[in-house]
């Protein structure tokens, strides 16, 4: 019964904004679940939802997996708007941005989880990508190329 109820949920704040526990607790009243506000508020907890700004501005509940690929593709569409040059030298590699933007380009570098990549360092307007390897750093040169240029 909860595995359904937990499977109820997730269906429900994927497809409608829900911004409040009475909300989540009628909609699941509506599918013939029945449940307390403490329960919500476990089954909350145990989901790990949490509430993420939606499009329009309001709050919404959201799976953290969900949260988290809404920051990864901001992070990633930051990256890509604001680079302006990328260079390898040895194991290193230099990203140029625009202004006051390196950091959180550098944050996008970071999510990719690339394991070539052992770390970043940024400044205003620079990135510094630690490569594990010479051999690696034209590789991840590459792929950071075919973010930047593919769409233009």
Known sequence: MKAARHAMILNIIESMVIETQDELARELKKRNHNVTQATISRDIKELRLVKV???DGTYRY?????????????????????VVSIQASGNLVVIKTID???NAAAEAVDSL???QVLGTVAGDNTILVVVKSE???D???KKFKAMVYDGE
Request: glycine share 0%; hydrophobic share 45%; proline share 3%.
């Open 139 to 141: 590789e991840v040169v």
């Open 100 to 102: 006051a933007s390196a």
């Open 113 to 115: 989880n690339w394991p």
């Open 135 to 137: 051999d690696m750093a």
């Open 62 to 82: 959201a799976s953290v997996d969900r949260a988290e690929t809404s920051m990864f593709n901001r992070f990633i569409r930051i990256f890509t708007e604001s």
């Open 53 to 55: 700004l939606d499009k």
